[in-house]
Protein backbone atom coordinates (compact mmCIF):
# COMPACT_ATOMS: atom_id res chain seq x y z
CA UNK A 1 0.00 0.00 0.00
CA UNK A 2 1.27 3.81 -0.79
CA UNK A 3 2.18 5.67 1.80
CA UNK A 4 3.51 8.65 3.65
CA UNK A 5 6.19 8.88 6.02
CA UNK A 6 6.83 11.99 8.32
CA UNK A 7 9.74 10.88 10.81
CA UNK A 8 8.67 13.78 13.50
CA UNK A 9 5.67 13.85 15.28
CA UNK A 10 6.84 16.87 17.14
CA UNK A 11 9.61 19.37 16.28
CA UNK A 12 10.31 22.15 18.91
CA UNK A 13 12.76 24.59 18.08
CA UNK A 14 14.16 28.07 19.31
CA UNK A 15 13.16 30.95 17.24
CA UNK A 16 15.77 32.25 14.30
CA UNK A 17 17.12 28.62 14.13
CA UNK A 18 16.58 26.09 10.71
CA UNK A 19 14.66 23.66 10.78
CA UNK A 20 13.64 20.62 8.68
CA UNK A 21 10.50 18.43 8.73
CA UNK A 22 11.01 15.12 6.68
CA UNK A 23 8.78 13.66 5.10
CA UNK A 24 9.39 9.93 2.84
CA UNK A 25 7.03 8.13 0.62
CA UNK A 26 6.46 4.48 -0.50
CA UNK A 27 6.41 3.97 -4.90
CA UNK A 28 8.45 3.42 -7.62
CA UNK A 29 5.86 5.21 -9.32
CA UNK A 30 5.92 9.21 -10.43
CA UNK A 31 4.53 11.37 -7.69
CA UNK A 32 3.24 14.71 -7.36
CA UNK A 33 4.18 16.11 -3.59
CA UNK A 34 2.96 18.43 -1.54
CA UNK A 35 3.63 20.57 2.07
CA UNK A 36 0.31 21.82 4.11
CA UNK A 37 0.15 23.68 6.95
CA UNK A 38 -2.18 23.83 10.12
CA UNK A 39 -2.46 26.54 12.02
CA UNK A 40 -4.66 26.43 15.48
CA UNK A 41 -8.57 25.87 14.83
CA UNK A 42 -7.94 26.28 11.04
CA UNK A 43 -8.38 24.07 8.38
CA UNK A 44 -4.98 23.27 6.13
CA UNK A 45 -3.19 25.25 3.47
CA UNK A 46 -0.92 24.22 0.96
CA UNK A 47 2.35 25.95 1.35
CA UNK A 48 4.37 24.10 -1.62
CA UNK A 49 4.16 21.55 -3.83
CA UNK A 50 6.26 19.85 -6.59
CA UNK A 51 4.63 18.60 -9.63
CA UNK A 52 7.29 18.62 -12.30
CA UNK A 53 10.66 20.69 -13.66
CA UNK A 54 13.14 21.86 -10.63
CA UNK A 55 13.13 19.87 -8.03
CA UNK A 56 13.50 22.86 -5.19
CA UNK A 57 9.99 24.49 -4.31
CA UNK A 58 9.62 27.53 -2.31
CA UNK A 59 6.95 28.83 -0.98
CA UNK A 60 6.08 32.53 -0.36
CA UNK A 61 7.39 32.38 3.40
CA UNK A 62 10.62 31.47 3.49
CA UNK A 63 9.84 27.46 3.37
CA UNK A 64 11.45 25.15 0.60
CA UNK A 65 11.32 21.57 -0.13
CA UNK A 66 13.51 19.96 -2.54
CA UNK A 67 12.25 16.40 -4.11
CA UNK A 68 14.83 13.43 -4.19
CA UNK A 69 13.61 11.00 -6.59
CA UNK A 70 16.12 8.52 -5.42
CA UNK A 71 15.47 8.49 -1.75
CA UNK A 72 12.03 8.74 -2.14
CA UNK A 73 11.94 12.08 -0.13
CA UNK A 74 10.36 15.80 0.37
CA UNK A 75 11.81 17.26 3.20
CA UNK A 76 10.63 21.10 4.29
CA UNK A 77 13.26 23.10 5.26
CA UNK A 78 13.42 26.89 6.60
CA UNK A 79 16.61 28.73 7.53
CA UNK A 80 15.28 30.99 10.37
CA UNK A 81 12.03 30.07 12.14
CA UNK A 82 9.34 33.19 13.24
CA UNK A 83 7.12 32.30 16.18
CA UNK A 84 4.02 32.36 13.84
CA UNK A 85 5.80 29.18 12.21
CA UNK A 86 3.98 27.62 15.10
CA UNK A 87 1.73 25.03 13.25
CA UNK A 88 1.18 21.92 12.14
CA UNK A 89 2.70 20.54 8.86
CA UNK A 90 1.46 17.75 6.61
CA UNK A 91 3.57 15.92 3.82
CA UNK A 92 0.92 14.24 1.42
CA UNK A 93 1.58 12.41 -2.04
CA UNK A 94 -0.30 11.98 -5.20
CA UNK A 95 0.93 8.99 -7.49
CA UNK A 96 1.07 9.25 -11.24
CA UNK A 97 -1.49 7.20 -12.81
CA UNK A 98 -3.71 6.38 -9.75
CA UNK A 99 -6.78 8.70 -8.59
CA UNK A 100 -6.75 12.11 -7.46
CA UNK A 101 -6.69 11.40 -4.05
CA UNK A 102 -3.90 12.57 -1.66
CA UNK A 103 -2.23 10.23 0.57
CA UNK A 104 -1.42 12.35 3.61
CA UNK A 105 1.79 11.47 6.35
CA UNK A 106 0.46 11.02 10.16
CA UNK A 107 1.82 15.22 10.32
CA UNK A 108 4.82 17.01 12.33
CA UNK A 109 4.16 19.39 14.98
CA UNK A 110 6.59 22.33 14.74
CA UNK A 111 6.92 24.56 18.37
CA UNK A 112 8.98 28.02 18.13
CA UNK A 113 9.89 29.06 21.13
CA UNK A 114 10.84 32.33 22.38
CA UNK B 1 -11.15 34.03 -3.06
CA UNK B 2 -11.79 30.36 -3.19
CA UNK B 3 -13.85 28.72 -0.75
CA UNK B 4 -15.05 26.10 1.34
CA UNK B 5 -17.52 26.30 3.74
CA UNK B 6 -18.53 23.30 6.43
CA UNK B 7 -21.85 24.14 8.17
CA UNK B 8 -20.85 24.23 11.61
CA UNK B 9 -17.55 24.85 13.52
CA UNK B 10 -18.44 22.76 16.96
CA UNK B 11 -20.68 19.75 16.85
CA UNK B 12 -22.04 17.98 19.80
CA UNK B 13 -24.61 15.01 19.38
CA UNK B 14 -25.50 11.48 21.34
CA UNK B 15 -25.21 8.28 20.48
CA UNK B 16 -27.27 6.75 18.08
CA UNK B 17 -28.61 9.87 16.43
CA UNK B 18 -28.18 11.14 13.05
CA UNK B 19 -25.69 13.40 12.04
CA UNK B 20 -25.08 15.10 9.03
CA UNK B 21 -22.12 17.43 8.07
CA UNK B 22 -22.62 19.56 5.40
CA UNK B 23 -19.93 21.01 2.95
CA UNK B 24 -20.27 23.74 0.22
CA UNK B 25 -17.41 25.00 -2.34
CA UNK B 26 -18.09 27.64 -4.48
CA UNK B 27 -15.26 27.11 -7.32
CA UNK B 28 -16.85 24.83 -9.47
CA UNK B 29 -14.87 22.20 -8.39
CA UNK B 30 -15.19 18.23 -9.40
CA UNK B 31 -13.72 16.30 -6.79
CA UNK B 32 -14.98 16.89 -3.05
CA UNK B 33 -13.36 15.00 -0.26
CA UNK B 34 -14.64 14.13 3.50
CA UNK B 35 -11.58 13.26 6.21
CA UNK B 36 -11.34 12.99 9.69
CA UNK B 37 -8.11 13.43 11.43
CA UNK B 38 -7.23 12.45 15.09
CA UNK B 39 -4.03 12.98 16.66
CA UNK B 40 -1.14 11.20 15.99
CA UNK B 41 -3.17 9.51 13.12
CA UNK B 42 -3.32 12.42 10.68
CA UNK B 43 -5.96 12.78 8.03
CA UNK B 44 -7.62 9.75 6.71
CA UNK B 45 -9.86 9.64 3.74
CA UNK B 46 -13.40 8.72 4.64
CA UNK B 47 -15.61 9.22 1.14
CA UNK B 48 -14.61 11.10 -2.11
CA UNK B 49 -16.80 12.61 -4.98
CA UNK B 50 -15.40 13.00 -8.70
CA UNK B 51 -18.70 14.18 -9.82
CA UNK B 52 -22.65 14.69 -8.77
CA UNK B 53 -24.03 11.49 -7.64
CA UNK B 54 -20.73 9.64 -7.84
CA UNK B 55 -18.72 8.77 -4.91
CA UNK B 56 -16.05 6.39 -4.03
CA UNK B 57 -14.81 4.95 -0.47
CA UNK B 58 -11.31 6.05 0.51
CA UNK B 59 -10.03 4.27 3.57
CA UNK B 60 -12.21 4.10 6.28
CA UNK B 61 -15.70 4.43 4.96
CA UNK B 62 -17.32 1.88 7.70
CA UNK B 63 -20.18 3.92 9.86
CA UNK B 64 -20.54 6.59 7.04
CA UNK B 65 -22.18 7.67 3.85
CA UNK B 66 -22.36 10.26 1.80
CA UNK B 67 -24.56 12.40 -0.55
CA UNK B 68 -23.82 14.76 -3.74
CA UNK B 69 -26.90 15.74 -5.11
CA UNK B 70 -25.46 18.90 -6.50
CA UNK B 71 -21.91 19.96 -8.02
CA UNK B 72 -21.03 22.26 -5.00
CA UNK B 73 -22.63 20.24 -2.19
CA UNK B 74 -21.03 17.36 -0.26
CA UNK B 75 -22.43 15.71 2.78
CA UNK B 76 -21.58 13.43 5.38
CA UNK B 77 -23.84 11.22 7.30
CA UNK B 78 -23.11 9.24 10.33
CA UNK B 79 -25.93 6.90 10.38
CA UNK B 80 -25.94 6.18 14.15
CA UNK B 81 -23.00 8.40 15.66
CA UNK B 82 -21.14 6.51 18.19
CA UNK B 83 -18.57 7.81 20.43
CA UNK B 84 -15.44 6.56 18.83
CA UNK B 85 -16.98 8.45 15.61
CA UNK B 86 -15.64 11.90 17.93
CA UNK B 87 -13.60 13.63 15.61
CA UNK B 88 -12.72 16.35 13.91
CA UNK B 89 -14.12 16.69 10.18
CA UNK B 90 -12.53 17.85 6.99
CA UNK B 91 -13.96 18.87 3.51
CA UNK B 92 -12.24 19.55 0.79
CA UNK B 93 -12.70 20.04 -2.77
CA UNK B 94 -10.37 19.79 -6.20
CA UNK B 95 -10.66 20.38 -9.97
CA UNK B 96 -10.84 17.20 -12.47
CA UNK B 97 -8.06 16.55 -14.39
CA UNK B 98 -4.97 17.15 -11.70
CA UNK B 99 -3.30 16.43 -10.06
CA UNK B 100 -4.02 19.83 -8.60
CA UNK B 101 -4.78 21.26 -5.01
CA UNK B 102 -7.37 20.16 -2.53
CA UNK B 103 -8.73 23.57 -0.96
CA UNK B 104 -9.98 22.49 2.66
CA UNK B 105 -12.87 24.19 4.89
CA UNK B 106 -12.21 25.03 8.45
CA UNK B 107 -13.50 21.64 9.87
CA UNK B 108 -16.26 20.56 12.35
CA UNK B 109 -15.10 18.89 15.41
CA UNK B 110 -17.79 16.94 16.46
CA UNK B 111 -18.30 15.09 19.58
CA UNK B 112 -20.84 12.20 20.67
CA UNK B 113 -21.73 11.59 24.23
Known amino acids: AQSVTQLDSQVPVFEEAPVELRCNYS??????LFWYVQYPNQGLQLLLK??????LVESINGFEAEFNKSQTSFHLRKPSVHISDTAEYFC????????????FGKGTKLTVNP | DVKVTQSSRYLVKRTGEKVFLECVQD?????MFWYRQDPGLGLRLIYF???????EKGDIPEGYSVSREKKERFSLILESASTNQTSMYLC????????????FGPGTRLTVT
Open chain 2, 92 to 103: ASSPSGGPYEQY
Open chain 1, 27 to 32: SSVSVY
Open chain 1, 50 to 55: YLSGST
Open chain 1, 92 to 103: AVCYQGGSEKLV
Open chain 2, 27 to 31: MDHEN
Open chain 2, 49 to 55: SYDVKMK
